[in-house]
T-cell receptor, first 109, second 114 residues
Framework: DAKTTQPPSMDCAEGRAANLPCNHS???????VYWYRQIHSQGPQYIIH???NNETNEMASLIITEDRKSSTLILPHATLRDTAVYYC??????????FGKGTKLSVIP | DAGVIQSPRHEVTEMGQEVTLRCKLI?????LFWYRQTMMRGLELLIY????????DSGMPEDRFSAKMPNASFSTLKIQPSEPRDSAVYFC????????????FGDGTRLSIL
């Protein structure tokens, strides 16, 4: 699976949009981009995934660049409960999820 | 909807004792994953089941670890005998089949071996 690069930490003001970037320059054509988050003392929580089109669900939006070498997870109106470590994972068909170090997002009141 | 349910949430025991961790899958899911998380090694996949059959157990540390699925909705991870280096948070996850179906995690069992 392709390697991903994320900033180690980010801050976001409460109520503002949180934009979390991820670089995956070695991604292959059949690899999907997944986002999970882990709130302290809880299990990883699935957020969203996509292949090449932008995706939106009730939690977030995923924007994937046309060359698919990077993506951005957008939380449209961050709340204090969105403070967590966010993981960007690139995965081809199969079951392996390889979690890196992720981005620690702190939502500031 | 009920998510993945793990028990116990916390377990403290002395080395040498047998430890059994339990996991109930989300209804309708047929794939089951056991992970272990430590500060040093992050989140590691231990074993993967599909339709109650172990598909990949290459992440299981050693013979002291064993996992079973006695039925389609339940799994156990057993450590016997336990050692202090087994201390970690153990997560169970399930998904509705293979391919690109996302895995949904339980809240884990925090295991401390004294």
């Amino acid at each position: 699976d392709a390697k991903t690069t994320q900033p180690p930490s980010m801050d976001c003001a409460e109520g503002r949009a949180a934009n979390l970037p991820c670089n995956h320059s070695t991604i292959s054509g059949n690899e999907y981009v997944y986002w999970y988050r882990q709130i302290h003392s809880q299990g990883p929580q699935y957020i969203i995934h996509g292949l090449k089109n932008n995706e939106t669900n009730e939690m977030a939006s995923l924007i994937i660049t046309e060359d698919r070498k990077s993506s951005t997870l957008i939380l449209p109106h961050a709340t204090l409960r969105d403070t967590a470590v966010y993981y960007c994972i690139v995965r081809r068909d199969g079951y392996q999820l390889t979690f890196g170090k992720g981005t620690k997002l702190s939502v500031i009141p | 909807d009920a998510g993945v349910i793990q028990s116990p949430r916390h377990e403290v025991t002395e080395m040498g004792q047998e430890v059994t961790l339990r996991c109930k899958l989300i209804s309708g899911h047929n794939s089951l994953f056991w992970y272990r998380q430590t500060m040093m090694r992050g989140l590691e996949l231990l074993i993967y089941f599909n339709n109650n059959v172990p598909i990949d157990d290459s992440g299981m540390p050693e013979d002291r670890f064993s996992a079973k699925m006695p039925n389609a909705s339940f799994s156990t991870l057993k450590i016997q005998p336990s050692e202090p280096r087994d201390s970690a948070v153990y997560f169970c996850a399930s998904s509705a089949g293979g391919g690109q179906q996302p895995q949904h995690f339980g809240d884990g069992t925090r295991l401390s071996i004294l």
